[in-house]
Protein backbone atom coordinates (compact mmCIF):
# COMPACT_ATOMS: atom_id res chain seq x y z
CA UNK A 1 0.00 0.00 0.00
CA UNK A 2 2.79 2.60 0.62
CA UNK A 3 3.90 2.02 -2.84
CA UNK A 4 0.89 2.72 -4.38
CA UNK A 5 0.55 5.72 -2.38
CA UNK A 6 4.26 6.77 -3.36
CA UNK A 7 3.03 6.38 -6.99
CA UNK A 8 0.18 8.43 -6.81
CA UNK A 9 1.95 11.50 -5.01
CA UNK A 10 4.70 11.04 -7.69
CA UNK A 11 1.52 11.39 -10.44
CA UNK A 12 0.13 14.58 -8.41
CA UNK A 13 3.54 15.62 -8.23
CA UNK A 14 4.11 15.58 -11.84
CA UNK A 15 1.05 17.25 -12.63
CA UNK A 16 1.99 20.15 -10.55
CA UNK A 17 5.24 20.89 -12.35
CA UNK A 18 3.10 20.20 -16.05
CA UNK A 19 -0.27 22.53 -14.94
CA UNK A 20 0.83 26.38 -14.80
CA UNK A 21 -2.45 27.36 -14.29
CA UNK A 22 -3.33 27.67 -10.50
CA UNK A 23 -7.54 26.68 -10.97
CA UNK A 24 -6.84 24.02 -14.00
CA UNK A 25 -4.41 22.34 -11.43
CA UNK A 26 -7.16 22.43 -8.69
CA UNK A 27 -9.71 20.88 -11.64
CA UNK A 28 -7.28 18.56 -12.29
CA UNK A 29 -6.15 17.00 -8.53
CA UNK A 30 -10.07 16.86 -7.85
CA UNK A 31 -10.56 15.04 -10.72
CA UNK A 32 -7.59 12.41 -10.16
CA UNK A 33 -8.80 12.23 -6.47
CA UNK A 34 -12.81 11.26 -8.18
CA UNK A 35 -11.46 8.74 -10.15
CA UNK A 36 -9.30 6.93 -7.36
CA UNK A 37 -12.11 7.05 -5.09
CA UNK A 38 -14.47 5.47 -8.36
CA UNK A 39 -11.57 2.45 -8.17
CA UNK A 40 -11.40 2.59 -4.17
CA UNK A 41 -15.48 1.81 -4.09
CA UNK A 42 -15.21 -0.24 -6.93
CA UNK A 43 -12.13 -2.54 -5.40
CA UNK A 44 -14.57 -2.58 -1.75
CA UNK A 45 -17.01 -4.10 -3.77
CA UNK A 46 -14.73 -7.06 -5.16
CA UNK A 47 -13.43 -7.66 -1.66
CA UNK A 48 -17.02 -7.75 -0.71
CA UNK A 49 -18.11 -10.01 -3.28
CA UNK A 50 -14.89 -12.03 -2.59
CA UNK A 51 -15.65 -12.17 1.37
CA UNK A 52 -18.95 -13.42 0.87
CA UNK A 53 -17.79 -15.94 -1.65
CA UNK A 54 -15.19 -17.51 0.62
CA UNK A 55 -18.03 -17.19 3.94
CA UNK A 56 -19.79 -19.74 1.38
CA UNK A 57 -17.13 -21.68 1.09
CA UNK A 58 -16.82 -22.11 4.98
CA UNK A 59 -19.90 -22.67 5.59
CA UNK A 60 -20.65 -25.72 2.98
CA UNK A 61 -16.53 -27.03 4.09
CA UNK A 62 -18.35 -26.88 7.94
CA UNK A 63 -20.97 -28.87 6.23
CA UNK A 64 -18.95 -31.29 4.17
CA UNK A 65 -16.91 -32.02 7.62
CA UNK A 66 -20.19 -32.70 9.44
CA UNK A 67 -21.60 -35.06 6.78
CA UNK A 68 -17.96 -36.74 6.81
CA UNK A 69 -18.39 -37.29 10.74
CA UNK A 70 -21.62 -38.99 10.26
CA UNK A 71 -19.62 -41.56 7.00
CA UNK A 72 -16.69 -42.17 9.56
CA UNK A 73 -19.61 -43.09 12.33
CA UNK A 74 -21.94 -44.92 9.90
CA UNK A 75 -18.61 -46.80 8.48
CA UNK A 76 -17.08 -47.58 12.57
CA UNK A 77 -20.53 -49.00 13.26
CA UNK A 78 -19.93 -51.01 10.36
CA UNK A 79 -16.52 -52.26 10.47
CA UNK A 80 -17.22 -52.96 14.47
CA UNK A 81 -20.85 -54.86 12.83
CA UNK A 82 -18.71 -56.87 10.05
CA UNK A 83 -15.41 -57.86 11.94
CA UNK A 84 -16.82 -58.02 15.65
CA UNK A 85 -15.70 -61.18 17.26
CA UNK A 86 -18.47 -61.50 19.51
CA UNK A 87 -21.84 -60.68 17.00
CA UNK A 88 -24.11 -61.97 20.52
CA UNK A 89 -23.19 -58.58 22.10
CA UNK A 90 -23.54 -55.76 19.65
CA UNK A 91 -26.80 -54.28 19.15
CA UNK A 92 -28.24 -51.73 16.49
CA UNK A 93 -30.38 -49.60 18.13
CA UNK A 94 -32.66 -46.47 16.26
CA UNK A 95 -32.91 -43.94 18.20
CA UNK A 96 -36.59 -43.05 18.59
CA UNK A 97 -36.32 -39.55 18.91
CA UNK A 98 -33.64 -38.43 16.11
CA UNK A 99 -34.03 -41.36 13.94
CA UNK A 100 -29.77 -41.88 14.36
CA UNK A 101 -29.03 -45.96 14.27
CA UNK A 102 -26.02 -46.52 16.14
CA UNK A 103 -24.66 -50.17 17.58
CA UNK A 104 -24.33 -49.83 21.33
CA UNK A 105 -21.70 -52.58 22.82
CA UNK A 106 -23.63 -55.12 25.65
CA UNK A 107 -20.71 -56.98 26.75
CA UNK A 108 -20.81 -55.95 30.45
CA UNK A 109 -24.66 -57.43 30.74
CA UNK A 110 -27.87 -55.84 29.48
CA UNK A 111 -28.90 -52.53 29.70
CA UNK A 112 -32.00 -50.76 30.28
CA UNK A 113 -31.08 -47.94 29.13
CA UNK A 114 -28.67 -46.06 26.43
CA UNK A 115 -27.79 -42.45 25.37
CA UNK A 116 -28.19 -41.80 22.16
CA UNK A 117 -25.01 -40.31 20.48
CA UNK A 118 -26.53 -38.09 18.37
CA UNK A 119 -29.21 -36.37 20.22
CA UNK A 120 -28.31 -37.08 23.55
CA UNK A 121 -31.75 -38.54 24.56
CA UNK A 122 -31.83 -41.52 27.00
CA UNK A 123 -33.59 -43.98 25.22
CA UNK A 124 -35.20 -47.04 27.50
CA UNK A 125 -34.43 -50.52 26.53
CA UNK A 126 -37.56 -52.97 26.52
CA UNK A 127 -35.67 -56.83 26.27
CA UNK A 128 -38.66 -58.29 26.99
CA UNK A 129 -37.46 -61.45 28.55
CA UNK A 130 -40.51 -63.22 29.44
CA UNK A 131 -41.80 -62.72 26.37
CA UNK A 132 -38.74 -64.12 24.07
CA UNK A 133 -38.75 -67.18 26.43
CA UNK A 134 -42.09 -68.03 25.62
CA UNK A 135 -42.27 -67.48 21.74
CA UNK A 136 -39.45 -69.70 21.53
CA UNK A 137 -41.05 -72.39 23.92
CA UNK A 138 -44.09 -71.92 21.74
CA UNK A 139 -41.76 -72.04 18.35
CA UNK A 140 -40.55 -75.05 19.45
CA UNK A 141 -44.04 -76.81 20.30
CA UNK A 142 -44.82 -75.61 16.84
CA UNK A 143 -42.21 -77.59 15.45
CA UNK A 144 -42.62 -80.60 17.28
CA UNK A 145 -46.44 -80.75 16.30
CA UNK A 146 -45.22 -80.07 12.60
CA UNK A 147 -42.78 -82.93 12.62
CA UNK A 148 -45.83 -85.38 14.51
CA UNK A 149 -47.66 -84.36 11.74
CA UNK A 150 -45.64 -85.41 9.22
CA UNK A 151 -44.92 -88.47 10.89
CA UNK A 152 -48.62 -88.73 10.73
CA UNK A 153 -48.85 -88.35 6.89
CA UNK A 154 -46.57 -91.03 5.74
Not at 33 to 38: C, P, Q, V, W
Not at 116 to 136: A, F, G, M, Q, R
Request: with cysteine.
Amino acid sequence: MTDLKKRFNAILQDIEKNVNNKEDLDYVKTQVYNISLLFLDELDKLAEINLNRLNTMINREKELETKIENMEKIISNLEKEIYSSDDDTDFEIVCPYCNSEFVEDFRNGLKHEVRCPECDNIIELDWNEEELETDNYSNEENDEEYDNNDEDDM
